[in-house]
């Protein structure tokens, strides 16, 4: 990796941080905060939510939804058995893989965030579209990254052809053709993925002794 693309790589970062900071402000304007798994806000915003949700009859309201939507519902939601498949297989190839390969395991919690059945002005329907959408795009953004770290590890090579969708590793891999000492390369990107591990563990070990 050129000088350059370590210069762009760390302009991203830095934006990455930037951000993350403006989403902080923007979600503290909104007035709520995070207790264990639930969303709280606060009682003035609750009661404004509330009077938000639509004020018609539940019934009146099912007959609003478009045609089209009900008629691939049993499709749509089909797909939580093959979801729940990948779930299942995913989890158990890292939990048996990684410590075999010296990789720190993916925390599913940081990507399934099942939240949006909090808000108020949501009625039961569209809360439970709600936990199937942020389950299903958080389990593929999970197996994702196993996957990212798994590439990481035995292929971290570029394709020749741009590729849409790259996860955040793909950027600090190898060129397509870049063969000078590709095997020590190989070996320093097994070692990142390594020391990652080891930072994860000292941070596990923190948070354990400050409860």
Excluded at 16 to 22: I, K, Q, S, V
Excluded at 41 to 58: D, G, Q, T, V, Y
Excluded at 122 to 132: F, M, P, R, T, V
């Amino acid at each position: 990796m050129n000088d350059n693309i370590r210069k762009i790589l760390k302009q991203i970062s830095a934006l990455e941080a930037e951000l993350d900071t403006a989403i902080a402000e923007q979600e503290s304007r909104v007035r709520y905060r995070i207790e264990g798994k639930r969303v709280v806000f606060e009682s003035a915003i609750r009661e404004a939510h509330r009077k938000l949700k639509p004020k018609m009859n539940f019934l009146v309201w099912f007959f609003t939804v478009r045609p089209k939507n009900f008629l691939t519902m049993p499709v749509i939601y089909g797909m939580l058995v093959p979801l729940a498949l990948l779930d299942l297989c995913i989890s158990f190839y890292q939990l048996t893989c990684f410590p075999i390969y010296g990789i720190a395991r993916v925390k599913r919690s940081n990507y399934i965030l099942v939240d949006r059945q909090y808000l108020a002005y949501l009625n039961i329907i569209e809360k439970a579209d709600c936990i199937y959408c942020g389950y299903a795009v958080g389990m593929i953004a999970y197996a994702s990254e196993i996957l990212a770290r798994t590439e990481q590890y035995f292929c971290p090579i570029k394709h020749a052809r741009k590729m849409l969708g790259a996860h955040a590793r793909y950027a600090r891999f190898l060129g397509y053709g870049e063969a000078d000492n590709f095997h020590e390369k190989l070996e320093e990107f097994r070692s990142d993925l390594a020391r990652e591990a080891r930072q994860e563990g000292k941070l596990n070990d923190a948070n354990k002794t400050s409860r």
